[in-house]
């Protein structure tokens, strides 16, 4: 019963709350730059609301995960046109860019510098930038989180830019702005966010604030995404998932998460074309079964092993069931939502030995509820594959 929180982020949730975007930011100062994704139609929304009320607007288009050449370009860029604050407007990638940017813009060291586990490491000399969050899928909770997830192809990881003033000063979340997602984007993005939970959920740094958010939050998932993936749209299941995916980011940016996010990050780091929702899903059942085999055999006495029987509760409705139940029905889940295994991304076997050294580096493997044996990190991608 020993833990901390730390949100200072605003959230305005609900159908339609994408219109009070202008008022929010009154007062915030009349210039702003808007980042965006590769469709910039799709934000005429935003910037029309915006300029109506008489503010200045720049543009910056993220058309991929954000990597250290694209974030610092746009920092120069942006620089010399003394903007007031930040609006990320899309998905997690979109959302993570202008996070970056934010906290770029004020300090002048390469962002290398800053970056996490191959860089530096060093704190931000100065706050970053107000900014936005404006979420248009249901999946990544990066509007609740303190860290910026950068790309690094020529290293072949990712790694996080984090900083306490990274976190939003407010955050969107409209749930009618995911009514047009395809239903490939739907399925990735709702199982990251189902990922998240259950990782935060059985995570070694858990605790009761963030329990309740991912009980929940799993139940939202299992009852909204599968509607959602059918019928995009059905706005109340949209609005489930939306706010499932919120609690994720809340969730994961208090207690971590697990192996299979250990595994995404080296990943997508060395294949940043794989969508890394759908790297999540793949690694998701293999990651609960080689977790609960690893805690039978040698801490059978762990909680995560009951929050394991949890989960399969909430996944499957039946009160019987039993934690190999679980990981049954995210198969299922990963099956009917038609996401493909690893090996459908180019991921060869010779792949994995290098990727279990780089996801032993990752942050997110750190809060696994058991440390997992080479041989049980290779059985994982085996299954995944």
Same mark, same amino acid.
């Given at each position: ?22 008022? %929010? ?36 288009? #993220? ?56 860089? !530096? ?80 959920? #059985? *995570? ?91 805690? !039978? *055999? ?9 929050r394991y029987r949890d989960i399969a509760v909430w996944l499957t409705g039946k009160n019987s069931a039993a934690a190999a139940d679980g990981v049954a029905r995210a198969r299922e889940l990963v099956a009917e939502l038609k996401i493909p295994r690893l090996s459908a991304y180019g991921i060869t076997a010779a792949d994995h030995d290098s990727l279990i ?5 990752? !942050? *997110? ?15 994982? %991608?085996?299954?995944?594959?």
């Amino acid at each position: 019963m020993n833990f901390e929180t730390h949100i200072p982020t605003q959230f305005i949730f609900g159908a339609g709350r994408r219109h009070e975007i202008a008022r %929010l930011v009154a007062g915030w100062g009349r210039r702003c730059l808007i980042v965006s994704g590769k469709d910039g139609r799709r934000g005429e929304w935003l910037t029309r609301q915006l300029t109506d009320s008489g503010l200045h607007i720049l543009h910056a288009q #993220v058309t991929a995960e954000p990597t250290l050449t694209v974030i610092e370009e746009i920092a120069r860029q942006v620089r010399g046109s003394k903007i007031n604050f930040i609006i990320g407007s899309g998905g997690g990638a979109v959302i993570d860019a202008a996070k970056a940017v934010a906290g770029l813009v004020p300090n002048r060291r390469p962002l290398l510098d800053y970056l996490e586990v191959i860089g !530096s490491g060093r704190k931000l000399e100065h706050p970053a930038k107000p900014w936005l969050a404006v979420p248009t899928t249901g999946g990544t909770g990066a509007e609740a989180t303190q860290n910026a997830v950068i790309s690094v192809p020529e290293r072949g990881v990712k790694a996080s830019l984090r900083h306490p003033s990274l976190f939003a000063r407010a955050a969107v979340i409209d749930p009618e702005l995911t009514l047009s997602l395809p239903p490939s984007l739907t399925a990735t993005t709702g199982m990251d966010a189902l990922t998240q939970l259950i990782e935060a959920y #059985v *995570s070694a740094r858990a605790n009761p604030f963030t329990d309740a958010l991912c009980a929940e939050g799993v139940r939202l998932v299992a009852r909204s995404l599968t509607v959602s993936f059918h019928h995009g749209g059905d706005l109340a299941a949209r609005t489930e998932l939306s706010l499932a995916a919120w609690w994720s980011g809340i969730a994961l940016a208090q207690a971590g998460l697990g192996a299979a996010h250990g595994f995404a990050a080296p990943i997508g780091g060395k294949f940043p074309d794989i969508p890394h929702g759908g790297v999540c899903a793949a690694l998701l059942a293999p990651v609960m079964l080689a977790n609960i085999q690893a805690l !039978s *055999s040698r801490q059978p006495s762990h909680p995560a092993l009951a929050r394991y029987r949890d989960i399969a509760v909430w996944l499957t409705g039946k009160n019987s069931a039993a934690a190999a139940d679980g990981v049954a029905r995210a198969r299922e889940l990963v099956a009917e939502l038609k996401i493909p295994r690893l090996s459908a991304y180019g991921i060869t076997a010779a792949d994995h030995d290098s990727l279990i050294v780089s996801a032993r580096q990752a !942050s *997110s493997m750190k809060s696994n509820p058991v440390e997992l044996t080479t041989g049980e990190l290779k059985k994982i %991608l085996t299954d995944a594959w």
